[in-house]
């Protein structure tokens, strides 16, 4: 619920008083700059430690001292790299793509489209670990799987994306899925809208030579109001796309949220966000959740990648597949 508040906050500046429309309008002008990059990383983590995590809990059996500790120390790290101004790419625009979800210990899955093919890898024995159940070994496979013993020893797998296309099971090319131009526009002019009613931004303040700019505004407030105006373009969403309904709203916490900016040279550097605050408890601990925007790093094909046909996909009803992404945590 707090990442969506910041996607939101981000999208657009608000309208209201002199301040408010002065740094609404540095938060649009920092994000309309990220969309004229070519090359573009994010890292995603929790600026917490464990014992802060543990605390939001008020039963400890629901968040024992090993999970806590696992959670606090994730991060996801996002690259995207194209030929064009990410604002106006499309797939075949694109020349690498990755996402790593990383632990203490080291990378859990990694994901890679690379030219015509899809590369992935797993920590299974660190993913299974952290699900609270053990995921194949090698040693339990069954002959006619013995070809899944180098992914679960943690090498990398690849997929034709071609071939993922023309079974219809791929992302790339998919069609069907596409928002088209129109019911955009009609979208961003519903977030728009929310931002301008429900949104306040101020100028804050950081001694790290960086501006910032806090967004704040009632997380209930924000998404009932953003999804009545989103509910009459349901039929032009692709489909499965099913907007929650107001019964479901009543569920999402009736609080304040505060989004952080900081934005240096005009361009955003950091998006902060404090989950604790959505807590039925707080207790005064602090969970930051935090997003970096850098130059993507270099994105390229893994060697000694084991290549596999398009029905033992992830996610495509190979079960021991599926699993080796975590149960689909990509």
Partial sequence: MAGCAAVLFATAAACGTVE?????????????RLGEQKSLGIELSLDATPEALASLSDDADEMPDEFAAFIAGLHVDISVKSRKKLADSGEKDLV????????SKGVLVEYRVVGDFMY???????????????????????????????????????????????????????????????????????????????VTFRNGSGSDGAEHVVAKANLRDVLTELFDRLRPLEGDLPPGAELPTSRDLKDAPDKKVAVDFKIRNGDLEQVKVDLAVLA???????????????EAGEVKAPSGATEFPVGDAPGLGNPLTGAMLGGGML
């Fill in 120 to 198: 992935y890898r797993a920590d299974m024995k660190a993913v299974g670990e952290a699900m609270g159940f053990p995921l194949p070994s090698t040693d339990e496979l069954p002959q006619e799987d013995k070809r899944f013993q180098k992914v679960l020893d943690g090498g990398w797998a690849k997929m034709d994306t071609r071939e993922l296309e023309a079974s219809g099971k791929g992302a790339k090319g998919s069609g069907g899925d596409d928002i088209d131009a129109r019911t955009q526009r009609k979208i961003m002019k519903a977030v728009r809208g929310v931002l301008a009613d429900e």
């Fill in 20 to 32: 408010n429309l002065t740094a609404g309008q540095k938060v649009d002008h920092a994000v309309d």
């Fill in 280 to 294: 039925e408890h707080p207790k005064g601990a602090k969970v930051p959740l935090v997003l970096k925007f850098a």
């Fill in 96 to 103: 690498g793509t990755s996402v790593k979800v990383a632990g």
